[in-house]
């Protein structure tokens, strides 16, 4: 799934007409998404009582269940499954459910189909609040404070499938194979695509059907299942079930790939873990190593948020392009995830709206007429994510004049990151230990060992580096290509003007409705100065920058003497790239060995894993998006280390991984 310098484009929707009794129909392959009869029951039969559910979750031995799907359609078996996870009693595994679907359906298409299902709604409810909408790419819910989570595939089928087993790892316990008939839609039965569903399968996984195609079973057969005919729902005479008999030789790889990015060796899923570092990267990775039932050790130098993380408020903030890119898949994936994630800590209480934070939105002014122009033609397909908006629309929406156009972000707004640092930190497997001093991490027989200068010492089977512009002096990270950025924020005490602002404001700097009678604004950028303390000309220049994007404010602003402002002097971590650095650490001297072909010929495949460090993870270089890409890391990090479908492509997983920076020098011949 290569999408780089391809236009950016919404997801293609559903086309979707309606039975007289109400049921959706696809009018691109002629079939209805459920039984015109009794879809619930026939969902059950077929998908649940087809693949042994929910019996098969109690007593399961692992602490995940993960069932994948071919086709997410209405939904309907989604919540059909969810809904029985909530019927089974404690203990239960935790429910991951990935499903990928080609043409999804507008939100509220989906709210009219599940309609049907009143004794759905409570369920509906919550996914419809959640539904990514058109937004393209991979999309994770975490639903029932993380217990259930729903990977959302807007892809085609056999390139998500091919992506997912890629890696050569097995993720899947269950399959419900839900495309239309394969009479009205061959790609979705292809034998590419179920030969990727046998690599992907556990020993001993599932699967069930509604067709019994002959093609379908033997091509199934080959795929590894032991495949039996079974009477169908209905009207149906037969359907077909199916048990992993033999598992195939899975994740082969295609020829022009390099899997540097595979871990030759996989380590076990972790019991305990070590992350040093308790800021937005640690404390989020921390929180989802946690959410998995591993204990944590969360170790920091000195005390929660006080580095990077520690400036009063920041904004959630994302990239529009109208090209894709790494950086913009990226950038828009994880504004969703984190949008979301923060909207529930709101919901749920543990965040305060007005104190912590508000979702009241954002606005980017932007001086690209032409980048405006070309999105202001696709974003109508997904409100949600952003609008195009002129001065006036703006200045309507903030409630301060704006001299410029620019993107308004409904979902996003402002957070008090200590907040949210401590939120995080707060779940019950976190052992939060501050004020540790210099942390030494060194590796072990089995796992990693951290100390400290007062004898302290912690082990664990893996271990997190999350601790910013330090992340190079870690144990086998000095060659990390970290960027270090001053950066000096600027407190304005509220004023009458100032509180006419109803919504964050990005432009050059940043500034936020107060906080606590106060509001935040910056931050310089300054690349080659790394003194600590605060600087008059930096608060000018912070000054100036929103004097320009507010001409309104221009002589409150003025009025300020820059010399005796009080403010925040920080150190952003940035990668060349401006992407985070996430995932395993490589052994930098194994990938020169094993890579070094790449200095003659950057282009030619090397059919070789990487070597890397077991056990030993990195999440840093999140610039000043750290809000909004911590989260979807940490989880990318976490599925990596517990060995679970990511929450991203592969190709999004290698534009992450730190040891991208050896292969790019190596095939440029700078190493």
């Not at 402002?414 to 976190?430: D, F, Y």
Request: glycine letters at 10%; hydrophobic letters at 40%.
């Amino acid at each position: 799934m290569k999408r780089e310098n391809t236009l950016w484009r919404p997801a293609t929707a559903a086309s979707l007409d309606w039975t007289e009794g109400g049921e959706p129909r696809s009018s691109h392959f002629g079939d209805v998404y459920y039984s015109r009869d009794n879809g619930r029951q026939e969902s059950q039969y077929v998908f649940l009582q087809g693949n042994g559910l929910p019996q098969r979750w109690q007593n399961w031995p692992a602490g995940r269940f993960c069932i994948a799907e071919t086709g997410f359609g209405t939904g309907l078996n989604f919540l059909l499954t969810w809904q029985a996870w909530l019927a089974t009693p404690a203990p239960r595994p935790d429910l991951h459910y990935v499903s990928i679907e080609k043409y999804p359906l507008r939100q509220q298409e989906l709210a009219r189909a599940l309609a049907a299902w009143p004794e759905l709604a409570p369920l509906a409810k919550v996914l419809l609040r959640h539904y990514p909408g058109l937004v393209p790419g991979q999309h994770r819910l975490l639903l029932e404070q993380g217990q259930v989570t729903l990977d959302l595939w807007w892809e085609d089928i056999a390139d998500a499938l091919g992506d997912l087993a890629s890696p050569g790892r097995p993720l899947v316990d269950a399959w419900y194979l839900d495309g239309f008939a394969p009479a009205r839609n061959e790609a979705m039965w292809e034998e590419g695509v179920l030969q990727s569903v046998g690599a992907l399968s556990r020993p001993g996984a599932t699967f069930s059907t509604f067709t019994a195609a002959g093609q379908v079973r033997r091509q199934l057969a080959a795929a590894g299942f032991s495949v039996e005919r079974v009477a169908g729902y209905g009207r149906k005479r037969e359907c077909l079930r199916g048990r992993m008999a033999q598992p195939p030789l899975c994740g082969q790889l295609r020829d022009s790939d390099t899997p540097w990015d595979i871990p030759a060796t996989t380590p076990g899923r972790p019991q305990q873990a070590i992350v040093v570092g308790a800021g937005l990267a640690g404390c989020s990775a921390a929180w989802a190593l946690a959410r998995r039932g591993v204990e944590v050790f969360l170790l920091e130098h000195g005390t929660l948020a006080a580095g990077g993380s520690g400036n009063n408020q920041g904004i959630l903030y994302t990239r529009l392009s109208r090209r894709h890119s790494a950086l913009t898949d990226f950038s828009l994936q994880s504004y969703r995830f984190s949008t979301e994630l923060y909207g529930d800590m709101f919901a749920s209480g543990r965040l305060r709206r007005g104190i912590d934070g508000a979702l009241c939105g954002s606005f980017h002014q932007s001086d690209n007429a032409d980048e405006m122009a070309a999105l202001a033609g696709v974003l109508p397909a997904v409100p949600e994510l952003a609008q195009v908006l002129d001065p006036l629309q703006a200045s309507a929406i903030v409630g301060i004049q704006q001299p410029a156009a620019g993107y308004w972000f409904p979902r996003s707004g402002w957070l008090h990151p200590a907040a949210l640092c401590r939120v995080l930190a707060a779940h019950p497997n976190i052992h939060l230990l501050e004020n540790c001093g210099r942390i030494t991490l060194e590796p072990m027989a089995s796992g990693w060992r951290a100390s400290n200068d007062s004898g302290q010492a912690w082990q664990a089977d893996c271990a997190v580096v999350a601790t910013g512009t330090a992340s190079s002096d870690a144990t086998s990270l000095d060659w990390l290509p970290l960027q270090i950025i001053r950066g000096q924020t600027t407190e304005l005490a509220s004023h009458t003007k100032l509180g006419e602002l109803r919504a964050a404001l990005c432009h050059e700097g940043y500034v936020a409705p107060a906080r606590d009678g106060s509001h935040c604004i910056g931050a310089s950028f300054n690349l080659e100065d790394t003194g600590p303390d605060l600087q008059a000309a930096d608060h000018r220049d912070n000054l100036e920058k929103l004097a320009r994007a507010v001409p309104a404010w221009r002589e409150i602003l003025a009025g300020l003497d820059p010399a005796g402002l009080a403010g925040r002097v920080g150190y952003r971590c940035a990668s060349p790239d401006y992407l985070p650095m996430v995932g395993p650490v490589p052994d930098r001297q194994a990938f020169m060995q094993q890579f070094a072909g790449l200095r003659q010929n950057a282009r030619q495949p090397i059919p070789a894993r990487g070597s890397y460090l077991p056990g030993l993870f990195l999440s840093t270089a999140h610039g000043s998006r750290g809000l909004t890409s911590a989260p979807l890391a940490a989880e990318l990090l976490a599925s990596q280390a517990c060995g679970e479908p990511p929450p991203l492509s592969r190709e999004l997983v290698r534009a992450l991984a730190p040891a991208r920076f050896i292969i790019r020098d190596l095939s440029r011949n700078r190493i």
